[in-house]
Nanobody, 123 residues
Framework: QVQLAQSGGGSVQPGGSLRLSCAASGNIFKINSMAWYRQGSGRERELVAEIHSSGDKTYAESVKGRFTISRDDGKNLVYLQMNNLTPKDAAVYSC?????????????????WGQGTLVTVSS
């Protein structure tokens, strides 16, 4: 069973930076995409950034130019570098991945979520 383990996050002042990491583990054959979602207090969960196996990236308009998503395929890691944070960025950030796991000839599609990590932005 594929699992995601997140690290990073915490509290920062407006204008500060944080880096989130997410590591996938398990009998992984291929990861199609990895992404970061967030859900702020009283708000719907939203896609923050996504990166596909092709390297293509998608960002929410609100984070373009400030956040950068990257991945290390060799280690099944995805990072989210967040710069110039504002109070509007405060939320629980969750990592997501989908792909295929299992043994040769018996691959299964998976979708999995990380445990979530709180990001607080305040002065």
């Amino acid at each position: 069973q594929v699992q995601l383990a997140q690290s990073g996050g915490g509290s920062v002042q407006p204008g500060g930076s944080l880096r989130l990491s997410c590591a996938a583990s398990g009998n992984i054959f291929k990861i199609n995409s990895m992404a970061w979602y967030r859900q702020g207090s009283g708000r719907e969960r939203e896609l923050v950034a996504e990166i596909h196996s092709s390297g293509d990236k998608t960002y929410a308009e609100s984070v373009k130019g400030r956040f950068t998503i990257s991945r290390d395929d060799g280690k099944n890691l995805v990072y989210l570098q967040m710069n110039n944070l504002t109070p509007k960025d405060a939320a629980v950030y969750s990592c997501y991945a989908d792909g295929y796991d299992g043994d040769v000839g018996n691959y299964r599609y998976f979708e999995v979520w990380g445990q979530g990590t709180l990001v607080t932005v305040s002065s």
